[in-house]
């Protein structure tokens, strides 16, 4: 064994000298390139200044030739061959290129931004942090304020937790069923899902026995200015702030103290039960909020993870689970959920998820997802909308959500209306909704010529929205992998449902959870089309098993996954805090 160890060391360090002549000849390949540039361009400022100082037919001709010479440049010359391989997402080119001309070009402030937006890309924090120190000016505010933002980032990143000053002082005067809930948003302002979940669950909450306070982060929404308290739909709600400032300007982890300390006057002044808190907007920072709250007062900690923000930290879906920004996020999430009293979540998936992170299973209760019957319920098509967006009474498939992301892959279903044609079908598309990939998904149907039969309605004010539905005789959910699209179950299944619509799903834990296919729904492969549009025809054709498939989702939804039946699930879960403490 000791001889094939030394062999392998030996063919260890063959690589690794070999990786070194590697990167030293192609940094001398990149001195080289700059050199020559240099040199043309001095040649061309050379012909430029003789050109200048010509006269008559010498001086035309000479410029003429050099308006027609193309500009001397290369894509490897200076610091573009980094900053073209980090803009085109090939990290690891990048990479490369940086090792190999970080000794010549390291002293150079160019190459260490291009350096730092590597990094940051990469979602290397400390190492972004440390160039930042490096090109920071002293007497730059700008260059300072931005330093103190990634520095802020990566305290909150690395173990940090808001502290609230003075002695621990717990609060025993606690007012029974009163439960304060910290969220980053709320209704009347918003209306998205996060909103929509939480709303319906405080309204519910309260129709079953309990108190809920509402206290939204602060600077939220922009236009209240100071502090402010109002009742809306009976639930009693705080604007925490600080007066008029660029709340989104404040290093996070400033941010999240001013945020504790705001809140904590409000823990004093209600004096709760409980303290509910909801993912924030990077997942765990209302968490952390909620964890000074919790060790200041003594009041126990409940932390509902609603989804999975830990590959947020970038858009490019190749290394979102990768780096040192990823597994940092995953070790604070670890952080809260361990030193909340109670876990919620909202179905079996994550919480499945959430035990394979260590998460015991005794402390995790689940909330799910759930609808209003009275808000959405089954409904004939609307036929004027119809008309007008030209689809009249031929069958449809569709899906109702923002075009923001990647993971809802309205591409897919764009596919599938393409093969239907091939086909022979006449069966249209109808995908509700806007956001900032509709243009590319109508450029799309331009090129597969399917514009016809894709029917793109734009952003629908939620108080319509159940109309839109209307439109849509077979519901599609076509997410694909991604870490939210494979562990949280989404709000739009159950609103079709409870309006008897047969339910079609990708295959991923948390669409299956909701469809249990084949009973309240189909499944097909994430991102196949041909197999969606089998699905597709086969309920067209089969309306025995259409109907079946609808009823069944329609009698799950009404009987188990109302917003009603959450109340009594929330009263049951902080039962179980109050016993613990």
Excluded at 66 to 85: M, Q
Excluded at 208 to 217: D, Q, R
Excluded at 307 to 330: H, K, L, P, V
Aim: a neutral charge; proline letters at 5%; glycine letters at 6%.
């Amino acid at each position: 064994m000791s001889d094939k160890r030394n062999v392998q060391k030996r063919d260890s360090e063959i690589i690794l000298n070999e990786l070194e002549l590697t990167l030293e000849e192609l940094d001398k390949a990149h001195a080289e390139i700059s050199r020559l540039v240099r040199i043309a361009r001095k040649q061309k400022d050379s012909l430029l200044e003789a050109g200048m100082n010509s006269v008559g037919d010498s001086r035309t001709e000479i410029m003429s030739v050099l308006k027609n010479l193309p500009e001397i440049t290369s894509r490897y010359d200076g610091v573009k061959a980094l900053d073209f391989y980090t803009r085109e997402k090939k990290y690891n080119l990048a990479q490369i290129w940086a090792k190999a001309i970080q000794t010549r070009l390291g002293k150079y402030e160019a190459f260490n931004k291009s350096l730092r937006t590597l990094h940051v890309k990469l979602g290397n924090s400390a190492e972004a942090v440390k160039l930042s120190y490096k090109l920071a000016r002293p007497n730059d505010a700008n260059s300072l304020a931005a330093v103190r933002k990634l520095e802020g980032r990566y305290k909150e990143l690395h173990g940090w937790i808001p502290r609230l000053p003075g002695p621990i002082k717990p609060l025993n005067d606690r007012v029974p069923g009163r439960i304060l809930h910290l969220v980053k948003e709320s209704r009347p302002f918003l209306s998205n899902g996060f909103v929509a979940r939480s709303h319906k669950n405080f309204v519910a909450e309260k129709q079953a026995g309990l108190e809920p306070i509402v206290i939204t982060e602060p600077g939220f929404p922009n236009n209240i200015g100071n502090r402010f308290q109002g009742v809306f739909d009976g639930i009693t709600h705080v604007r925490l702030s600080a007066g008029e400032m660029p709340y989104d300007q404040i290093p996070a982890d400033s941010y999240l103290q001013l945020f504790a300390e705001l809140a904590y006057e409000e823990v004093k002044r209600f004096k709760p039960e409980a303290i509910h808190v909801s993912s924030g907007r990077r997942g765990y920072d209302t968490a952390l909020v909620g964890l000074a709250l919790q060790a200041k007062t003594g009041i126990p900690l409940v932390y509902e993870v609603r989804s999975f923000f830990e590959g947020n930290w970038t858009g490019d879906m190749e290394i979102e689970c990768e780096g040192e920004t990823f597994q940092a996020r995953m070790n604070v999430e670890s952080i809260c959920m361990n030193n909340a009293d109670r876990i919620l979540t909202i179905g079996e998936s994550m919480k499945a998820e959430l035990i394979e992170r260590g998460v015991p299973e005794a402390k995790i209760g689940v909330i799910p997802n759930a609808v209003d019957p009275s808000q959405f319920s089954p409904t004939p098509r609307n036929m004027e909308i119809s008309t007008q967006l030209g689809i009249g009474d031929i069958a449809t498939f569709g899906y109702v959500s923002n075009m923001d992301h990647y993971r809802e892959s309205q591409e897919t279903l764009i596919q599938t209306c393409h093969e239907l044609k091939v086909r022979g079908s006449k069966m249209k598309c109808v995908l509700v909704g806007g956001g900032p990939r509709m243009a590319e998904l109508q450029k799309m149907a331009d090129a597969l010529e399917i514009s016809e039969l894709c029917i793109f309605t734009g952003p629908v004010d939620h108080n319509n929205i159940q109309e839109y539905y209307s439109l849509i005789d077979f519901f599609v959910i076509p997410r694909i992998p991604e870490r939210a699209a494979t562990y949280v179950t989404p709000l739009k299944p159950f609103e079709a449902m409870a309006q008897k619509k047969p339910i079609i799903v990708s295959d991923l834990p948390a669409l299956v959870e909701i469809a249990d296919p084949p009973n309240r729904g189909l499944s097909f492969e994430p991102g196949n089309y041909k197999a969606l549009a089998d699905c597709l025809q086969e309920l067209e054709t089969n309306r025995a098993l259409a109907e079946r498939i609808a009823q069944a989702g329609y009698d799950w939804v009404t009987n188990n996954r109302t917003w009603e039946l959450n109340g009594q699930r929330y009263v049951e879960e902080f039962a179980k805090v109050r016993v613990s403490k």
